[in-house]
């Protein structure tokens, strides 16, 4: 199956500092990747959807300034978590869809990225 | 609106006795089903997917689930548990095709455990 990287797996950050993640698939182009949040022995909540070189659909309740989401390639999807705090501190993953033709395939998933903010 | 309900936050199951986790999903069109599973502090991998066809899918690791429409349900079984089988198991439903507006959307988990 498809690869998709995310880096880093685990980061630590001071309170008030940036954070950014990076979503990439190797082995394909990726249409649309997601991204998710996973709170501990909890599941997947969707935060926002991109479409590579448009702007990000965000859930509701999701706070579009604060993650930010930047799709600027059809292999690159980063999320910066701005001014962060330590109720932000979660698991962090997310997704990418190629496209075979005109069809989409199924989405495949990276290994997540850890966030203690301190 | 779609929905998952995972019947169950934990199973415990003895080694090689049979695996039985339950999904039920709520979609007003004929949805695409997945099992995925998921190690501590890892992604997230697809056990197997129903998108059309046969209703019996038939997954890895020798995992298999069952779309009955009738019931709703995408129950995910295994004849005979190992402990590698140990995990967090996530029920999930999308919109028929791929396309880029198609969200999946999880069900709560439910964590397998194995005793020996």
């Known amino acids: 199956g498809a690869v998709v990287s995310q880096h880093p797996s685990r980061v630590i950050c001071k309170s008030g500092t940036s954070v950014k993640i990076e979503c990439r698939s190797l082995d394909f182009q990726a249409t649309t990747m997601f991204w998710y949040r996973q709170f501990p022995k909890q599941s997947l909540m969707l935060m926002a959807t991109s479409n590579e070189g448009s702007k990000a659909t965000y859930e509701q309740g999701v706070e579009k300034d604060k993650f930010l989401i930047n799709h600027a390639s059809l292999t690159l999807s980063t999320l910066t978590v701005t001014s962060a705090h330590p109720e932000d501190s979660s698991f962090y993953i997310c997704?990418?869809?190629?496209?075979?033709?005109?069809?989409?395939?199924?989405?495949?998933f990276g290994q997540g990225t850890r966030l203690t903010v301190v | 609106a779609q929905s998952v309900t995972q019947l169950g936050s934990h199973v415990s199951v003895s080694e090689g006795a049979l695996v039985l986790l339950r999904c039920n999903y709520s979609?007003?069109?004929?949805?695409?089903l997945f099992w995925y599973v998921q190690y501590p502090n890892q992604g997230l991998q697809l056990l197997l997917k129903?998108?059309?066809?046969?209703?019996l899918v038939k997954g890895i690791n020798g995992f298999e689930a069952e779309f009955k429409k009738s019931e709703t349900s995408f129950h995910l079984t295994k004849p005979s548990a190992h402990m590698s089988d140990a995990a967090e198991y996530f029920c999930a439903v999308s919109d028929p095709g791929y396309s880029s507006a198609s969200k999946i959307i999880f069900g709560s988990g439910t964590r397998l455990s194995i005793r020996p």
């Open positions: 979609s007003s069109v004929p949805p695409y």
């Open positions: 997704s990418a869809r190629d496209r075979t033709g005109t069809v989409n395939t199924e989405a495949f």
């Open positions: 129903y998108t059309t066809g046969a209703t």
